[in-house]
């Protein structure tokens, strides 16, 4: 039972343009969502988070949005950079703060130059 | 600032053994997680510890098993190894209180022969 899902496997956009990465979840009572990249040989680093009070959370070139009807997120990075080819996961919890985390698959993002 | 450390890095065994994971985690965090992460997937649950009790626990079976120590830090404990215990095990720590993100190491890759 895949809760979370991410159908893409992977990305190429071009250096500068935009990257959206999507996640869709089907546990209604998920209320709290997380994008983490992950470098080969590294653990996953946090990237952005959103409460499922919000419909969308900004933090310089990455944007969140969130649209709770459709069970939908996305992530979306602007300008990409080629540091930003890595592995994307979407992750849902049920309260912020939470250690039990629920992934999507992944979706590896290329940038090219 | 030490972040969130696992030894060993890469491990080979064989169908049948039993294996020990472990990890220290980051300063100032008493909580600790493990994920598995098999290849192509994204980590999954396994279990957490806080204050040397097991509290959460995903869908794994009593193979997997735990332990933390007055330190916080942990070991992962896997016995009776199967073929499809392969993949990278990833240790995460945080604190209990608060709404803190979890913190990753870079994982064990174990491989069982």
């Known amino acids: 039972d895949q809760q979370v899902k991410q159908n893409s496997p992977s990305l190429s956009v071009q250096e500068g343009r935009i990257s959206i990465l999507n996640c869709d979840y089907t546990?209604?009572?998920?209320?709290?969502f997380l994008w983490y990249k992950k470098y080969p040989a590294e653990g996953p680093t946090f990237l952005i988070s959103?409460?499922?009070?919000?419909d969308k959370n900004e933090d310089g070139r990455f944007t969140v949005f969130l649209n709770k009807s459709a069970k939908h997120l996305s992530l979306h990075i602007v300008p990409s950079q080629p540091g930003d080819s890595a592995v994307y996961f979407c992750?849902?919890?049920?309260?912020?703060?939470?250690?039990?985390?629920?992934f999507g698959q992944g979706t590896r993002l290329t940038i090219n130059p | 600032d030490a972040g969130v450390t696992q030894s060993p890095t890469h491990l080979i065994k064989t169908r049948g053994q039993q294996v020990t994971l472990r990890c220290s985690p980051k300063?100032?965090?008493?909580?600790v997680s493990w994920y598995q992460q098999a290849l192509g997937q994204g980590p999954q649950f396994i279990f957490q510890?806080?204050?040397?009790?097991?509290?959460q626990r995903g869908n794994f079976p009593d193979r997997f098993s735990g332990h933390q120590f007055p330190n916080y830090s942990s070991e992962l404990n896997v016995n009776a190894l199967l073929l499809g215990d392969s993949a990278l095990y990833l240790c995460?720590?945080?604190?209990?209180?608060?709404?803190?993100?979890?913190?990753f190491g870079s994982g064990t890759q174990l491989s069982v022969l």
């Open positions: 300063s100032g965090h008493d909580t």
């Open positions: 510890y806080y204050e040397e009790e097991e509290r």
């Open positions: 546990n209604s009572m998920f209320d709290y």
């Open positions: 959103i409460s499922s009070i919000k």
């Open positions: 995460a720590s945080s604190l209990a209180l608060g709404n803190e993100k979890l913190f």
């Open positions: 992750a849902a919890s049920r309260l912020e703060g939470a250690q039990k985390l629920v």
